[in-house]
Nanobody
Framework: VQLVESGGGLVQPGGSLRLSCAAS????????MSWYRQAPGKERELVAA????????NYADSVKGRFTISRDNVKKTAYLQMNSLKPEDTAVYYC????????????WGQGTQVTVSS
């Protein structure tokens, strides 16, 4: 089982990034997919989640209207489009695959660093 995140990096405030989470080794289409983030000195927090068939999404209040989660069950990949980035979005972003819902259980990726700074 693998979840491999990519797409992180350094971006100026107001900029955009698109994170990808490529899955292998399990039946991707049966799993809820979520993105979490953890900033230095803070607890890991849920950013966005999407149901297994992609019909329902959920966002943290801090990212609503700026971030969009999506998935491609054929490519076995989840995405997080991040627009209008702010310095407070700086964190390590992790993807999670959970068969039972948005619980933070199941499989985790290794994380990708997002830094928003001028």
């Amino acid at each position: 089982v693998q979840l491999v995140e990519s797409g992180g990096g350094l971006v100026q405030p107001g900029g955009s990034l698109r994170l990808s989470c490529a899955a292998s080794g399990f039946t991707f289409s049966r799993y809820f997919m979520s993105w979490y983030r953890q900033a230095p000195g803070k607890e890991r927090e849920l950013v966005a989640a999407i149901t297994s068939v992609g019909g329902t999404t959920n966002y943290a209040d801090s990212v609503k209207g700026r971030f969009t989660i999506s998935r491609d069950n054929v490519k076995k990949t989840a995405y997080l489009q991040m627009n209008s980035l702010k310095p407070e979005d700086t964190a390590v972003y992790y993807c999670n695959a959970d068969p039972g819902g948005i619980r933070g259980r199941g499989y985790w990726g290794q994380g990708t660093q997002v830094t928003v700074s001028s």
